[in-house]
C-alpha cells in the first residue's frame, strides 16, 4: 500500500514535511493543511507559503481546500494549477465544532443534495484532478451508503475514508467492519473506463485509502491483511507522535535517537527563521512535543520542562535532557 501523510493545521507545513523528507524518507504523499477561500481572499499568505513550490521539497504534494462554495474551489484549484500542481483534495472530513457549523468539511455531510450539487459544479468548473476526503456522516452513518453513491457518480482520483462520523471527532475506535463493506462495494464490478462526465466513476473506479488510528507497525500490519483492496493508508496523528513510523513501516528501520534529535533541530531552525524570533517557534515546536511526548515514557519531568519553558536555552535543555540516553525512541 501506499503511505500518505494526513494534514494537521498549524503542524504538517512545508517546514515540517520537508524535515520529514530529509531525515525520514519513504512517504509516497503528502497533503497540505487545508486552505480555506472565502469571499475576501483565495489564498492567504500562510497559505500561499505553504503551497509555493519553492518552499516543497517533497515528491508528491497535493493540496487540500475546505469549502462548501464551488466558486471558491474552483479559483482555488485554478490558482494552485498556476503554481503547477495537478491535484487537489476536498476536505470532507474536518470534525471541527467551527468548521461544521459553516456547513464545512465533515458538516456537508449532512446535506447530500448540497454536497452533490458541490460536486457537479466543481467538476464542471476545473480539468484538475480532485480527490475526496470523507468521514462516515455527521452524527450517525445512516446515510453513508448515499454518499457514497454520490461520490460514485464523479471521477474522483482518489477516495480517502476515516470510519467515523462528524460527531465521533476521534473518540472511540474507527468502524472498520462498515470501512471494509464501503470497499467491497465500491470495488465490486470495476472496470477499466474513461471519461470525466459525471457517473464515469461508476464504471472506472478509483483507488480507496484508509486513514485512522494506525499508530504502530503493528496497525498498519493488521489493517493490510485485513483489507488487502485498499491501496492506501494516511497516518495522521501516529505518524506526528513518531516522526519515523512511516519509514519503519516501509524499511523495518527503527526511529534512531540521533536522527530524531536532529529532525526536531532543524524543524526549530527553520521556525525561528521564519518567524524572526523564538516565541512562535517555541510554541510550535510545544504543539510537537503535545504528540511526541508519547515516545519517551517516564520523561514525564523533562516533558513538563519543555512546556513551561519561556527561552531557546530553556527549551534545548529540556529537550536535550529528554533524549539523553535514550539510544532509541
Not at 71 to 76: C, L, R, S, V, W
Request: include cysteine.
Amino acid at each position: 500500500m501506499k503511505l500518505y501523510l494526513a494534514p494537521m493545521e498549524g503542524i504538517t507545513s512545508y517546514i515540517y514535511r520537508n524535515a520529514l523528507e530529509k531525515y525520514f524518507p519513504g512517504t509516497d504523499r503528502y497533503f497540505t493543511p487545508f486552505i480555506a477561500p472565502d469571499q475576501n481572499k483565495i489564498l492567504r499568505t500562510k497559505e500561499r507559503r505553504d503551497v509555493l513550490p519553492e518552499n516543497n521539497r517533497v515528491p508528491d504534494l497535493v493540496p487540500q481546500i475546505l469549502t462548501n462554495r464551488a466558486e471558491h474551489f474552483i479559483q482555488t484549484a485554478h490558482m494552485l494549477q498556476e503554481f503547477g500542481y495537478e491535484e487537489v483534495n476536498l476536505n470532507l472530513g474536518c470534525p471541527s465544532a467551527p468548521v461544521v457549523s459553516r456547513k464545512r468539511g465533515s458538516g456537508l455531510l449532512a446535506y447530500p443534495d448540497e454536497l452533490n450539487r458541490l460536486l457537479e459544479q466543481i467538476f464542471d468548473g476545473t480539468d484538475i484532478k480532485i480527490s475526496v476526503k470523507t468521514r462516515l456522516g455527521k452524527d450517525s452513518t445512516d446515510g453513508v451508503f448515499e454518499l457514497m453513491e454520490i461520490y460514485r457518480q464523479y471521477p474522483l482520483s482518489e477516495l480517502i475514508i476515516h470510519p467515523r462520523t462528524q460527531k465521533d471527532f476521534y473518540r472511540g475506535r474507527p468502524d472498520r467492519e462498515l470501512f471494509g463493506e464501503l470497499l467491497d462495494e465500491w470495488k465490486k464490478g470495476v472496470s477499466v473506463g474513461s471519461g470525466n462526465e459525471p457517473g464515469a466513476n461508476r464504471d472506472r473506479g478509483c483507488p480507496v485509502c484508509y486513514n485512522g488510528d494506525i499508530f504502530t507497525e503493528d496497525d498498519y500490519r493488521r489493517l493490510a491483511q485485513e483489507f488487502p483492496q485498499a491501496d492506501a493508508v494516511m497516518l495522521g496523528r501516529g505518524a506526528i507522535t513518531d516522526p519515523g513510523l512511516i519509514r519503519r513501516i516501509r524499511t523495518g528501520e527503527k526511529t534512531d535517537r540521533k536522527r530524531l534529535r536532529a529532525f526536531c533541530g532543524e524543524v526549530l531552525e527553520e521556525y525561528r527563521e521564519i518567524f524572526g524570533e523564538d516565541r512562535n517557534a517555541l510554541f510550535r515546536m510545544k504543539e510537537l512535543w503535545v504528540y511526541m511526548a508519547a515516545l519517551f515514557p517516564g520523561r514525564e519531568k523533562e516533558m513538563k520542562k519543555i512546556r513551561k519553558s519561556s527561552g531557546l536555552a530553556e527549551y534545548n535543555a529540556a529537550v536535550d535532557a529528554v533524549f539523553d540516553g535514550e539510544e532509541y525512541c
